[in-house]
């Protein structure tokens, strides 16, 4: 570089090399991202109680005041217990349908 040479120019030369050895270490590629299998035993009212659990939490974080911070871990424990309750209900009867088979499931 020469000594008379701008600020600018400088910058896009450090710029200019800084990209080319980012390149050469991390090149650029293209990423597909799938939606993964819905679950099967996640219904319209584990939705609905996912919903209004964020809800709460929002309201809670906007105001910071003692009963909000209850009503959404009293609903945050509600949901938990309900997927819990989805999803154990579901394999017992994937279970019982399919007499205990792995090979069926």
């Known amino acids: 570089m020469p000594d008379d040479a701008d600020v600018e120019?400088?910058?896009a030369?450090?710029?200019?090399e800084?990209?080319?050895?980012?390149?050469?270490l991390a090149p650029?590629?293209?990423?597909?991202?799938?939606?993964?299998?819905p679950t099967p035993w996640f219904d319209d009212e584990c939705?609905?109680?996912?919903?209004?659990?964020?809800?709460l939490e929002r309201?809670?974080?906007?105001?910071?005041?003692?009963?909000?911070?209850r009503l959404w871990v009293d609903a945050a424990r509600?949901?938990?217990?309900?997927?819990?309750?989805?999803y154990e209900e579901y394999w017992v009867g994937?279970?019982?349908q399919c007499y205990r088979s792995s090979s069926l499931l």
């Open 28 to 37: 650029v590629h293209t990423v597909r991202c799938r939606p993964g299998r």
């Open 13 to 16: 030369s450090y710029d200019a």
């Open 9 to 11: 120019e400088l910058f």
């Open 47 to 55: 939705r609905a109680e996912r919903r209004n659990c964020r809800r």
């Open 59 to 69: 309201r809670y974080r906007r105001t910071r005041r003692a009963e909000d911070r």
């Open 18 to 24: 800084l990209r080319d050895i980012a390149d050469k």
């Open 78 to 86: 509600r949901r938990l217990r309900l997927n819990r309750a989805k």
């Open 94 to 96: 994937r279970l019982n």
